[in-house]
């Protein structure tokens, strides 16, 4: 199964690349965490500041665990920030908390693109399940189903994942744009401190931006390798 081999290496070459930039993201945070806005307040302040600024009342503000597990749940409207995050007087917790109440903005405000994110939610992760018991089969299913049912099978799995991972882009990319709109008109971060929140936010979005493109080169790998075995 050609297929199952060039999945595995491309996933390992993104996976590597995700790698490197989830340790550039860490690196570029750490080293904004040590610059402190003039504003002085924490990343708790700076959510609860924004939220004012849109008339947002009923999101709740917590603190969560770990390094970098920042994130908004609009189911229970929740702003979950990690502790750094959450008590840090810094560049990198502003530019964070910003980032997190930007998608409670967009939930209050009906931005499609996270409606239709959370949509895929549920089909999301069924498919994610389905993918790891499919490799499981994948051999047996080639030999006694045929290698196009199997590829078939493989670019419909795949496919919600790359569409996920596609519209996730201007779902992150829009939270930023709106938390350093915010952090600027505010004066939460001013001059230097706001160019080093962009950096921030720009690197958290290349992660993100990594993730599309291996979906997507994924999917075009076996939607072509399909096409092929047709062909033959």
Known sequence: MTFYYGLMFISIVFAGIGW???RKLRTVFAKNAQVPIASGLNGAAV?????????????????????????????TKTVSLSPDVYNGRSVSAAAVAAHECGHAVQHAES??????????????????????YFFMFAF?????????????????????????????L????????????????????????HERAKSTLWWAAMTYVVAAIAAL???LFLIFRLLGSRNN
């Open 111 to 132: 931005y499609s693109m996270l409606q239709l994110r959370s949509k895929l939610v549920p089909v999301v992760n069924i498919s994610a399940k389905m993918q790891q």
């Open 47 to 75: 959510a609860k500041a924004m939220l004012e600024h849109y008339g947002i009342s009923n999101v709740k503000i917590v603190q969560g665990q770990g390094t970098l597990t920042d994130h908004y749940n609009p189911s």
């Open 170 to 193: 201007p779902v992150e990319f829009d939270a930023s744009n709106r938390a350093l709109a915010w952090l600027e008109s505010s004066g939460t971060t001013v001059n230097v401190e």
């Open 140 to 168: 047996a299913l080639a030999g006694s189903m045929g290698n196009s049912l199997v590829l078939t099978i493989a670019i419909g799995l795949y496919g919600v994942t790359a569409a996920f991972a596609l519209v996730t």
């Open 217 to 219: 080169t994924q999917l």
């Open 20 to 22: 490197l930039m989830s």
